[in-house]
């Protein structure tokens, strides 16, 4: 079955304080669904659960994120997560903040 593609979010995320590019990756994502509606549900008959979600991280680390913690903050739909090197290291005083980036791409079968 063909889809089509209904939005795109992107935002990116910050570890502070602990080098954690799971962390920076979570926030990334949190940060694109608060800027994520999804009103075609209300309007069409369609289940949220017929939704195809793709999730791509950049990190620096990308074998250092936990993918099961990034696709349990998706509450629909089956989830698929893609890490990818990308983001930053950014050195501050003595320490460093891991910049993560993340697009959430929503997908639903054609009718």
Same mark, same amino acid.
């Given at each position: $079955? %063909?889809?089509?593609? /209904?939005?795109? @979010? $992107? =935002?990116?995320?910050?570890? *502070?304080?602990?080098r954690d590019d799971t962390k920076a990756a979570r926030r990334a994502v949190?940060? =694109?669904?608060?800027?994520? %509606? ?5 309007t069409l008959d369609v289940a949220r659960d017929t939704m195809r979600v ?8 990308? !074998? =250092?994120? +936990?993918? !099961?913690?990034?696709? %349990?903050? /998706? ?6 997560? #893609?890490? @990818?090197?990308?983001?930053? +290291?950014?050195? *501050?005083?003595?320490? #460093?903040? #891991? $910049?993560?980036? =993340?697009?959430? @791409? ?6």
């Amino acid at each position: $079955m %063909s889809e089509q593609r /209904l939005i795109i @979010e $992107m =935002a990116q995320g910050v570890d *502070l304080h602990g080098r954690d590019d799971t962390k920076a990756a979570r926030r990334a994502v949190e940060q =694109a669904l608060q800027g994520a %509606s999804l009103p075609i549900f209300g309007t069409l008959d369609v289940a949220r659960d017929t939704m195809r979600v793709v999730v791509h991280i950049g990190v620096p680390r990308p !074998d =250092a994120v +936990d993918v !099961d913690v990034i696709a %349990s903050l /998706l509450p629909y739909g089956t989830v698929e997560v #893609v890490v @990818e090197a990308g983001g930053l +290291d950014v050195p *501050l005083a003595g320490d #460093v903040a #891991v $910049m993560a980036v =993340a697009a959430i @791409e929503v997908f639903l079968p054609k009718r």
